[in-house]
């Protein structure tokens, strides 16, 4: 029997992944990460594996988890950014540390409770695809995975929609059926990232003034942290609706104008990432998400010599974010993704 190492989160998608990759003959082995806050889910982790007969162990990970990927966080937003650090801690954190245990117990795979599906490829490549389920699809936070991580790993819930996970988890009698969905990341424990970042910086944020796009001084922000391209909320009132339009750190100014200022068809990438591990040769036509909700968007990303892509897109974009993941799609292949600038 083959062994698999599933990162166990204590929540029905990792639940129902491990009772899907045991109807399928693997021997599993729950990991849970301890990444933040006490260790009070650990009764949970152990009763679904004791549930379902299978081994779990627990790594503390809390040092680590912050320095990878809380002080990364808070540094974007000191700089101005929008951060996107799932899809960062899913390539530094997650994977690397399940196929760590992996090796250490001599399993072949690795597995989490991810919707989004793998295919691999007649030149023996793994393709990322978007899960059957495209209202649950999670290939998006997989943008930064590697082909020697996704050659190893199995998704088993990419085929499911989250009535049928569900459903399954009520016939095994598992306590996290009916348990909500998560909606925030897992270090936020569902308060406003406004809130963390005030608690957990070293450094301060600095209020400073706020401006109308045509040079009006409007009023003032409490800190270009709290505020995210195309917001609305906490803005002064006009005779039409504000939206920030641009955060400028070299002045700490927040620029702000109405809905026809807000957007644009063209931005940068850095930090690229191809899911085959190989780059697109030339300029080539793409679907673009440049969010996790964002719906895809038609458009042409084109290499640029300092590696580096350049995205056009068809259409005028509202919420092109600096800090988050711009992630390319043909059809529901996902090709990879980076950074926006």
């Not at 399993?107 to 989004?116: C, I, L, N, P, Q």
């Not at 009132?237 to 504000?242: G, I, K, Q, R």
């Amino acid at each position: 029997m083959k062994k698999i190492v599933l990162a166990l989160s204590g929540g029905v998608d990792s639940a129902i992944a491990a009772h899907l990759l045991q109807q399928q003959g693997y021997q599993v082995y729950g990991l849970n990460l301890v990444t933040w806050g006490d260790d009070d889910q650990r009764e949970g982790v152990q009763e679904i594996a004791d549930n379902l007969g299978f081994p779990v162990g627990f790594l503390d990970i809390r040092r680590s988890f912050r320095e990878q990927v809380i002080q990364p966080f808070i540094q974007a937003y000191q700089d101005g950014l929008t951060p996107s650090p799932c899809v960062f801690c899913n390539r530094q954190v997650k994977w690397s540390l399940i196929l760590q245990k992996a090796d250490q117990i001599g399993a072949e795979f690795v597995s989490t409770g991810h919707y989004a599906r793998l295919k691999r490829s007649e030149t023996g490549l793994t393709e990322v695809w978007k899960a059957a389920d495209l209202a649950k699809d999670q290939s998006y936070v997989l943008t930064f995975l590697t082909q020697s991580m996704l050659s190893r790993t199995l998704l088993p819930l990419g085929e499911y929609n989250k009535p049928q996970i569900r459903e399954l988890a009520a016939n095994l009698g598992l306590a996290v059926s009916s348990r909500p969905d998560s909606q925030d990341l897992c270090f936020l424990a569902c308060s406003d990232y406004r809130d963390f970042l005030r608690e957990y910086s070293d450094q301060p944020f600095l209020p400073g003034p706020i401006y109308h796009v045509d040079g009006r001084l409007l009023g003032q922000h409490q800190g270009l942290a709290f505020y995210t391209i195309g917001q609305r909320k906490g803005l002064p009132s006009a005779t039409e609706a504000l939206y920030v339009v641009e955060k400028r750190t070299e002045d700490n100014r927040l620029i702000v104008g109405f809905l026809k200022d807000l957007g644009a068809d063209t931005f940068t990438i850095n930090q690229v990432n191809w899911i085959s591990g190989q780059e697109v040769p030339a300029a080539t036509r793409v679907e673009v998400k440049i969010r996790y909700k964002a719906l895809p968007v038609e458009a042409t990303v084109e290499p640029q010599k300092d590696g580096r892509i350049l995205v056009r897109a068809d259409k005028l974009l509202r919420d092109i974010t600096p800090g988050q993941i711009a992630a390319f799609y043909q059809g529901d292949r996902l090709l990879g993704g980076g950074v926006i600038e």
